[in-house]
């Protein structure tokens, strides 16, 4: 019984494991603005633009 019980166990861990998982969101961060109302973003990030059309920085990947 015991071997049973470990065997659906270990069957459902795996099958948890190989799970379809969601693609993580991304995580921008605001520009500032500077009195012309021009953006610019902090070192190790880009300006960018979302999909939803706002202005964003966003990091710069190696």
Do not use: H, N, R, W
Request: proline share 10%.
């Amino acid at each position: 019984m015991k071997l049973k019980l470990a065997a659906v166990g270990a069957f459902a861990l795996i099958l948890t494991a190989c799970a379809q998982q969601e693609e993580p969101t991304p995580v921008y961060v605001q520009p500032s603005y500077d009195k012309a109302g021009t953006p610019s973003c902090p070192g190790g990030y880009q300006l960018a633009t979302t999909e939803a059309g706002q202005t964003v920085c966003d990091p710069i990947t190696q």
